[in-house]
């Protein structure tokens, strides 16, 4: 906590002021994550001061908002090709990243739960910079690392928009190595001689547990093939925040294994109103059928790997 608080007086992140007059201050809250390696080992404890930004009003704390997030097919590309040019992939981390963008709106946020400034415990802080929690604050992060990728020749990929080729030169931003890449964006990237392997074994993990499927049964396909699913209008319903969860979490999934892929897509057209046979038909999804019955490794995710620099090698050759 007391590193993420220097973290701010480094950025200037705020100052503290009185309460403007018909102003009002958005509340903050602690966050604490343990952040896990690829193994899913606690490799650091951290602390992160979020704004209540689900206070925030539109039109009058904030105007125009976008996350802007990779597109995975863009990422598989990138590793595909740094494989077949034999390049080793390195990682970087920005610390506080959100912390270099500045914000236009005028907005005022409630001091620390637990560091109030004695001398003026009524006081807020005016931000300047962009908080985390803040509707405001992805983008703008993304217009500041923007400008200065572009400001130092780098070229804006024109598909994927978060996606800059040129070599990094200078130093503005307080970075720090993280090594080789092994993990990113839930993707397990396993660096090797005859090429770069990507895998989802600990996201799989993760979602088994979110879901609590304690014990995975053993199923031939990922959808059953002799009965169609149909709409089931007079079926039970069941809680449609759950069914779409389910979808989104196996909709990732799909980056490494597409051989649910179908059968997610299938599903995913019954999120209005699910029923109880359309989540049965979802949890079977997550059985194993990978086909590796003892170290439960995909088969077929290793195949779309291999699918992936044949593509590329055809590309370059016709080059």
Not at 234 to 245: A, F, N, P
Not at 249 to 265: D, E, K, Q
Request: hydrophobic share 40%; with cysteine.
């Amino acid at each position: 906590m007391q590193e993420e608080l220097l973290q701010f007086k480094l950025q200037e992140v705020w100052t503290l002021v009185d309460l403007p007059n018909g102003k009002r201050a958005i509340g903050s809250k602690w966050v604490f994550r343990n952040k896990k390696d690829e193994r899913g080992i606690v490799i650091r404890n951290k602390a992160r001061l979020v704004a209540q930004g689900y206070t925030q009003e539109e039109g009058i704390d904030y105007d125009e908002v976008f996350a802007p997030v990779a597109r995975i097919e863009a990422i598989r590309l990138f590793l595909a090709y740094a494989s077949f040019k034999d390049f080793v992939v390195y990682q970087m981390d920005v610390k506080s990243a959100f912390l270099y963008g500045k914000i236009e709106e005028e907005v005022y946020v409630c001091q620390p739960p637990g560091f109030e400034d004695p001398d003026f415990p009524d006081r807020v802080y005016k931000v300047k910079k962009a908080l985390y929690g803040l509707h405001q604050a992805p983008r703008a992060w993304y217009e500041t690392l923007s400008t200065y990728l572009l400001d130092n020749r780098f070229q804006r990929g024109k598909i994927d928009k978060t996606l800059f080729i040129k070599r990094y030169k200078g130093d503005i931003l307080l970075m720090s190595s993280m090594g080789e890449l092994t993990l990113f964006l839930r993707l397990q990237v396993q660096q090797k001689k005859d090429g770069i392997f990507i895998s989802q074994d600990k996201y799989v993990v993760e979602i088994l547990k979110k879901f609590e499927f304690t014990e995975v049964k053993t199923a031939s396909t990922p959808m059953e093939t002799q009965k169609p699913l149909l709409k089931d209008e007079d079926g039970e319903e069941v809680d449609v925040h759950i069914y779409r969860s389910m979808i989104g979490s196996l909709m990732y999934l799909t980056s490494s294994r597409p051989n649910i892929m179908f059968a997610v897509c299938a599903y995913a057209r019954y999120q209005v109103n699910p029923k109880v046979s359309h989540l049965h038909a979802v949890k079977r999804i997550f059985s194993d059928y990978a086909g590796a019955s003892l170290d439960r490794k995909s088969t077929t995710g290793g195949k779309a790997k291999k699918s992936v620099r044949l593509m590329m090698e055809k590309l370059v050759k016709r080059k």
